[in-house]
């Protein structure tokens, strides 16, 4: 491939779309993001941030999201129509910070309130969304791709065309998006007819319903609501989601009387319970599928564009969000020449297996959360420390070099999404924080005001080399 000096194009803003874009941003790659929305979107939808990403927007220059996400609350178990708990537990267990792991719980934060902290970040960096924007058509070459977009411009709905000539274009617009479809990937997997959800955002008023926990009523293997809390929304706040498996839920957000009153049916206060506003409703039905590779020629799909699952163990938006982080800074290595176009098949080859081996596990817990039997609801709904995405390495990298390793490099026992252990270090795993190793190096590195953490000093526009010496 030779080089190209226009902008890179990124479709879709959400959580890969601008992740990608802000990492681009930082590298002074110039970059372009279009969203065919005409308005960002709304919804907590994807709320379960994960360390490995908190770690991701540590590298970007974004602490804000994991400053204002919040901790994960315990579960309460009700019987339909009643406010009585009859199980209390936690979902995961707690982990205190270490030096290695400064980052070490899941915390929560509604996608809307991510996004926005990103494309503040981005706009710093004079990089907007470009709302109201699809792509239609693209093709490639060895020098370029040539993007066919339409816009949509005005209140009248006007839509005008433009040809955009890009460098390198990344696919973050969905399982719908067209990229997917026209680069002939295959995208193979299941679905589940009959685990169809309905989630929404509502402001209600409930006399006695404790906004300290996670209210889940009703049983999994029947009808079930659940309400979480979030101050995002306001201090009467929750977001809901539904599942039954005794009457058909389609059709539900179009009839928002039919909504509320199921809702007040299973919390069960009478009078006492008012929903204020429903503020958003979507429908959602589980598909695990992911492609056979994560790009062609100078095109990249990421997040959803290349793999879907279930929402079990929180894993969608983190692995979207590593997708994106992945594969910009190598392109932005490329695009100024400083490494060969080679270095863009470790995409596919970093991310293939580990995202194999996530959709092979959140599976799992979707057939032990929907498929069990039993009140008994914390085995259910528990999840491994794995699910912090810590273990996740890239063992088996063509660029990864281990010398006090026999081949082959990665034992097909450890896996791609294995679980962490502190100690225990090889080529291609996550590198740890390591505040006690770093006071001397960094007191001459520009910029590192004498910092003493590792995360300072990694970065998205830089690769470090560490020396071990006397």
């Given amino acids: ?8 194009l990124v479709v879709g803003a959400g959580p890969s779309g601008i992740t990608a874009a802000l990492t681009l ?3 002074n790659v110039p970059v372009r993001i279009i969203e065919k929305d005409t308005q960002h979107r709304r919804g907590q939808r994807g709320a379960g941030i994960q360390p490995r990403t908190f770690e991701v927007f540590h590298f970007l220059r974004a602490p804000e999201i994991h400053e204002r996400a919040t901790p994960v609350l315990p579960i309460q178990r009700h019987e ?3 406010l009585e708990p009859l199980q209390t537990f ?3 267990d707690y982990m205190d910070p270490t030096p290695a792991i400064p980052y070490s ?8 309130t991510l996004e926005a902290i990103v494309r503040e970040h981005l706009a710093k960096l004079g990089c907007t969304v470009e709302l109201g924007t699809r792509l239609i058509s693209f093709s490639q070459d060895k020098k370029c791709v040539r993007a066919k977009v339409v816009k949509r411009r005005g209140d009248d709905g006007e839509e005008v065309e433009e040809d955009i000539e890009a460098a390198y274009l990344i696919s973050a617009d969905g399982a719908k998006g067209i990229t997917r479809k026209r680069l002939e990937l295959t995208f193979l997997g299941t679905t589940r007819e009959d685990d169809f959800l309905v989630l929404g955002d509502i402001r209600l008023e409930a006399e006695g319903l404790d906004r300290a926990y996670w209210h889940i009523f009703g049983h999994m293997s029947h009808d079930l609501i659940t309400l979480r809390p979030t101050d995002e929304l306001g201090k009467d706040g929750w977001r809901f989601v539904m599942s039954s498996r005794t009457i058909d839920l389609e059709g539900l957000i179009r009839d928002e009387e039919a909504l509320v009153n199921r809702i007040k049916d299973f919390v069960g206060l009478g009078d006492d319970f008012k ?3 429903v503020m958003w409703t979507s429908e959602f039905r589980p598909n695990m599928r992911m492609v056979n590779k994560f790009g062609v020629g100078r095109i990249f799909v990421a997040g959803d564009a290349a793999h879907v699952h279930s929402p079990a163990g929180g894993q969608g938006l983190n692995s979207s ?6 594969i910009a800074w190598k392109i932005a290595l490329v695009y100024k020449g400083f490494s060969p176009a080679s270095l863009l098949d470790t995409y596919t080859a970093e991310r293939l297996p580990v995202i194999a081996e996530m959709l092979g596990y959140t599976t799992k817990m979707h057939k032990v959360m929907f498929d069990g039997s039993g009140s008994d609801l914390e085995p259910r709904l528990r999840r491994a420390n794995n699910v912090y995405m810590l273990g996740v390495n890239y063992r088996s990298s063509p660029i990864v070099i281990d010398e006090f390793a026999p081949a082959p490099v990665a034992p097909v026992a450890h896996g791609a999404y294995g679980e962490v252990q502190e100690g225990v270090l090889r080529a291609g795993d996550r590198a740890p924080d390591a505040p006690e190793l770093v006071s001397v190096v960094s007191l001459n590195r520009p910029g590192m005001d004498g ?3 590792m995360f300072d000093i990694f970065g998205s526009t830089h690769h470090t080399v560490i020396i071990f010496a006397p």
């Fill in 451 to 453: 910092s003493t953490r």
């Fill in 1 to 8: 491939m030779t080089a190209c000096t226009a902008p890179v």
């Fill in 90 to 92: 936690s979902m995961i």
């Fill in 25 to 27: 941003a930082r590298n």
């Fill in 321 to 326: 969000v590593q997708d994106a982080f992945n």
């Fill in 275 to 277: 929903v204020k506003e």
């Fill in 80 to 82: 339909k129509g009643s």
């Fill in 105 to 112: 719980n899941m915390k929560l934060m509604g996608q809307p």
